[in-house]
């Protein structure tokens, strides 16, 4: 090469701040390139040793080395020289690393972006032909944990069976159903997702299923189960407000004290992948590393979701579709992370806070969507939200040919919903809101109720939002109004279960006593194993004076749940009913087995004693 | 007949004189300028196919998109073997023949491999990039050197299946002996390395 280092880098600079102009940055000012220009080395050619390596080894090295999900190596001059001209071309271009937000005023934690001052001497190291340059200047290379990341976990989850990843097709989902094995409470302060082989996994998420909803969608157990979207459910009042997210190169996260993941017995961990064939077949087995800690969660970030699925009907050939969102929050939050969601036709994703007093900020912003590089963005700092901030969701999606990801062809007319050919305008915040001290009341709550109500606004037919309304009314004492959303909840979805035992239970604590049992009734013909509306149908027959239907209710009751001291107690009550004292007596005691402070199993045995043994 | 064979033999010796004039270089280095099978031994494709349609399917072991062709490029060199004779080309000199043969094994490739360490075939067919084809016409003129289909347009821009098939196309056209309207198509995928 004849041309002299210094004249080349000056030619090749502006090449690589256009690109960055058009592709990333909007506009630019002058003075800005000039200090741009100055950060290139253009003194001396540009040397892996020096100016390369340090670059490789921050954003590269984590994914690109062995068993991680880069598909080669770049820790040594050797690696790198041998994809030299790829490096330079993906870097220029902004694909790797991949990152997707734009820079902004916020800053995320664990940002993976090359800054222009990087971009610009790996093209000129490239173009003047990949010099090694001293060995002495070759920073230390960084140090790797090997193995579990935070050393070995309390439990080791292992999927029951691998998955066969066909060697060919387009993007394929797959859900895992793992069983945790506790048998009782635990708190989870980390969780480190080991998806199998990392190359075949664009990215993973972890769902905690309560109900152990994804179960019953496997053929046969263990099996796992296909599919691109999960709804999970809980009927409790425990929404699912963590992230559990595996993307190539991220660490586990540990929650800080105070802030554990809850893991019941009987629960169950989902994690869906989403994965790419790599033209062989490969099977996959993941794994699960959890870290319990002692402290209870005594904070509970809440997971605030704007979306508008209603909105999304986009004509076929529509270049430009806007699908907006607004929610107000209720009370002061701090914002911990941000997860956009859009399926292939998604393009410009943003999230803009409007403050009360009329300021506002991006809470991210991304230009080219790319499903395939979503992620979770934890902030750097929690971004402190006042109450009455307006957070809006503005997303625009390309239904035309022009969208080279555009899974139909030719377009289609697209709607919302949980397939890869479905579209979906979603947002999720994880929010910490403040604590009042004033209020007695979880501070969650308000967020909750706002956040239904928000969407029985956009779509009064919204199953969820009624249910859960009705579940948080319930809880707050709110019985009339309560029983008004469980009755719209069972009108939209009159089979559901869930629904008609808790429609049931409002009633029957509304002292609408005969109109529970068809609700609790229902309740068991959908799902014969249901304990909660066993133990409440055998609650409602008592109070009918049907003491026998009780009977057989709680016999079930316990044989579902024989730990439950409360169904143990009612089962002896009944049989004290029915005249048998003996079997109640029997049940009292096993109550009181169950729970030595069970005061009524407690006060009734004393009474069958003095009854019993008249002396 | 008479009038198709007349037309044939013109059109030969024309690609004669283009073919020369493209490796005039190559002819020059002889033996040690050639490609080599996967025990070492020089080893010219274009002079393997003598007669018919050659491709050359340059790939790399440790290349994602070249990786996820595998199962596209061996089934069209299952379904044309009549047409054309296939060779893998693994450009990189960091690629031993165990490795190779490991990744032709793994990837359920059935076709033969040739070593390009010198870039010999990779000058010759003007090849940039991994996956990537060229076609070579029963007289040994390249008629074809880019993207096999249009699965991927860009870096992360991927088709859900591919809607143009480029390398099909040649094939058919070459095998046919006509000639081809765009006979260069850009891949994208994994540069191929400058000479290591």
């Known amino acids: 090469m004849t041309v002299g280092p210094g004249k080349l880098v000056q030619s090749i600079l502006p090449l690589a701040c256009g690109m960055t102009l058009t592709v990333a940055l909007g506009n630019r000012t002058s003075a800005q390139q000039q200090t741009l220009t100055q950060h290139a080395p253009a ?11 340090p670059i490789l080894y921050r954003t590269c090295a984590r994914c690109h080395r062995a068993s991680e999900a880069g598909p080669f190596s770049l820790l040594t001059y050797a690696d790198a020289k041998s994809h030299a001209r790829q490096i330079a071309a993906v870097t220029k271009r902004r694909f790797m690393p991949p990152w997707l937000p734009e820079p902004g005023e916020l800053k995320f934690a664990d940002e993976l972006r ?4 990087e971009i610009a001497p790996i093209q000129a190291w490239v173009e003047q032909g990949s010099v090694e340059g001293n060995p002495s200047d070759l920073p230390p290379m960084p140090k790797f944990a090997e193995g579990w990341q935070l050393g070995k976990p309390d439990v080791i989850l292992k999927a029951a069976q691998p998955y066969a990843l066909p060697a060919s097709g387009s993007d394929n989902y797959w859900n895992f159903v793992f069983r945790a094995p506790v048998d009782r409470t635990r708190w989870v302060k980390a969780m480190e997702i080991r998806p199998g082989d990392k190359r075949l996994v664009h990215h993973a998420n972890v769902l905690v299923d309560r109900q152990q909803n994804g179960r019953r969608q496997e053929q046969e157990p263990g099996a796992g189960f296909g599919g691109m979207e999960l709804t999970i459910e809980s009927e409790a009042f425990d929404p699912d407000s963590h992230f559990l997210f595996w993307k190539p190169g991220s660490i586990p996260y540990v929650e800080p004290d105070g802030m554990a993941l809850r893991l019941d017995k009987d629960t169950d961990l989902i994690l869906n992948a989403h994965l790419q064939p790599s033209g062989k077949p490969e099977t996959l087995q993941p794994t699960l590393g959890l870290y319990f800690t002692d402290k209870p969660a005594t904070q509970h970030p809440i997971l605030v979701q704007l979306e508008n699925d209603r909105m999304l009907d986009i004509p076929a050939g529509d270049k430009h579709f806007v699908v907006t969102d607004e929610f107000t929050l209720p009370v002061d939050v701090d914002v911990l992370a941000i997860y956009p969601h859009a399926h292939y036709l998604g393009k410009d994703l943003q999230a803009i806070a409007k403050f009360p007093d009329g300021r506002s900020e991006t809470l991210i912003h991304i230009l080219d969507w790319n499903l395939n590089w979503q992620a979770v963005y934890r902030y750097a700092q929690p971004v402190k939200l006042p109450k009455g901030t307006t957070i809006s969701m503005n997303f625009s999606y390309d239904n035309s040919d022009d969208n080279v990801r555009n899974p139909n062809d030719p377009p289609q007319r697209v709607r919302a919903g949980n397939r890869a050919v479905d579209e979906m305008a979603h947002l999720w915040l994880q929010v910490l809101p403040a604590n009042s001290v004033q209020e007695k009341e979880d501070p969650r709550i308000p967020i909750v109720e706002a956040m239904a109500r928000h969407n029985l606004q956009k779509n009064p037919e919204d199953f969820e939002a009624h249910y ?3 579940a948080l009314l319930m809880g707050r004492g709110e019985t009339q109004e ?12 009159p089979n559901e279960p869930t629904v008609n035992n808790a429609f049931g239970a409002a009633l029957l604590a509304a002292g609408r006593t005969e109109e529970s049992v068809p609700h609790l009734t229902a309740a068991l013909n959908a799902r014969a194993d249901y304990f909660d509306a066993r133990y409440n149908l055998g609650n409602a027959l008592a109070s009918l004076g049907d003491f026998r239907g009780a009977l057989a209710q709680f016999q079930v009751a316990v044989r579902i749940n024989p730990e439950d001291a409360n169904a143990e107690a009612n089962l002896g009550s009944a049989f004290a009913e029915t005249g048998d004292l003996k ?8 109550a009181l087995r169950l729970n030595p402070n069970h005061q009524l199993a407690r006060e009734n045995l004393q009474q069958l004693s003095r009854g019993t043994n008249p002396r | 007949m008479s009038d198709r064979l007349r037309s044939v033999r013109s059109f030969t010796r024309v690609v004669i004189a283009m073919a020369l004039l493209c490796s005039a270089s190559v002819l020059s280095t002889d033996s040690q300028g050639l490609a080599a099978d996967l025990d070492g031994k020089p080893f010219d494709p274009l002079h393997a196919a003598a007669g018919k349609v050659l491709v050359l399917i340059f790939v790399r072991t440790d290349c994602p998109i070249s990786n996820r062709y595998a199962p596209t490029i061996q089934q069209l060199a299952s379904r044309r073997a009549d047409q054309a ?22 990837f359920g490739y059935t076709f033969a491999a040739v070593r390009d360490p010198q870039h010999i075939l990779v000058k010759q067919s003007a090849a940039q990039i ?21 699965l991927y347009e860009d870096f992360g821009h991927a088709r859900k299946t591919a809607t143009t ?32």
């Open chain 1, 43 to 53: 003194q001396s050619a540009v040397t892996f040793t020096r100016d390369i390596a």
């Open chain 2, 130 to 150: 991994t996956p990537e084809a060229a076609v070579f016409n029963a007289s040994g003129r390249l008629v074809y050197h880019g993207r096999i289909d249009n």
């Open chain 1, 114 to 117: 090359l800054s222009d001052s």
């Open chain 1, 468 to 470: 859960n309304l009705a």
């Open chain 2, 85 to 106: 004779t296939f060779f893998l080309v693994y450009p990189s000199r960091k690629e031993t023949p165990e490795a190779i043969r490991r990744h032709e094994k793994d």
């Open chain 1, 482 to 493: 309560a029983i008004a959303h469980f009755a719209q909840a069972n009108r939209i979805r």
């Open chain 2, 165 to 196: 098939h480029e390398l099909a196309d040649a094939i058919e056209a070459a095998a046919a002996g006509k000639r081809l309207v765009g006979s260069a198509t850009p891949a994208v995928g994994c540069y191929i390395s400058d000479l290591e």
């Open chain 1, 583 to 590: 079997q109640a007596k029997l049940h009292y005691e096993r």
